[in-house]
């Protein structure tokens, strides 16, 4: 069955301390692997997705990295406006599902 | 800056009652998602459309939900009657159907069913 883990569940970060945001998969064949951002009252935001492993995406802070088994979200220097719950998603060759985490939720602190 | 858009963005109803949710999906896209967020499950598909045809609905409750797209530009979700554990928060999606696949978000209808 394809599953998808995010860990921490929650993670609070002084402003200025990067870390990293684990999401472990199994899934029959990867298509793709979906990052997403969401605002609390909001819709999930596109942020990355990855084909392969080896492959990365950046996008000012955020650094995203595929392995056969995992993904990254890397923050470098986070800045307040970061705090968001941030959401794995992973898709199966031949599907349309996106089968989602939990999410993380990131707090970072002035 | 294209975006989904659903109506109505909160919905308080009685238990019973007949609750339609809209959503109008990017123009140009051609899939189009049904999700539910809750605390407890997070997002679950409940239906999906591929050029304004059903496509799988498995995930939703047959007896009280449907949903449709009577044209490219809007799709519906609908409750009959409307039941206290269906308060949620539902999400569309569109996207197109090539190699990327990725599904944009509206900004949610939050339900509330008393």
């Known amino acids: 069955e394809d599953q998808v883990t995010q860990s921490p569940e929650a993670l609070r970060l002084q402003e200025g301390e990067s870390s990293s945001l684990n999401c472990s998969y199994t899934?029959?064949?990867?298509?793709?692997l979906f990052w997403y951002r969401q605002d609390p009252g909001k819709g999930p935001e596109f942020l990355f997705t990855?084909?392969?492993a080896g492959e990365e995406k950046e996008k000012e802070r955020l650094k995203a990295t595929l392995t056969k088994k995992e993904s990254f979200l890397h923050i470098t220097a986070p800045k307040p406006e970061d705090s968001a719950t941030y959401l794995c998603a992973v898709q199966a060759r031949g599907s349309y599902k996106l089968i989602f985490g939990s999410g993380t939720r990131l707090l970072v602190r002035p | 800056d294209a975006r989904v858009t659903q109506t109505p963005r909160h919905k308080v109803t009685e238990m019973g009652q007949e609750v339609t949710m809209r959503c109008q999906p990017i123009l140009g896209h051609n899939t189009v998602f049904w999700y539910r967020q809750t605390m407890m499950q997070g997002l679950e598909l409940l239906a999906y459309f591929r050029n304004r045809a059903p496509l799988d609905d498995s995930g939703m409750p047959k007896d009280r939900f449907s949903a449709e797209m009577p044209d490219a530009t809007l799709a519906t979700l609908k409750i009959q009657p409307s039941e206290p554990r269906d308060s949620a928060v539902y999400f569309c999606?569109?996207?197109?159907?090539?190699?990327?696949?990725?599904?944009?978000f509206g900004p949610g209808t939050r339900l509330t069913v008393l």
């Open positions: 999606a569109s996207g197109l159907s090539t190699y990327t696949d990725t599904q944009y």
């Open positions: 899934v029959s064949g990867l298509r793709g």
């Open positions: 990855l084909y392969s």
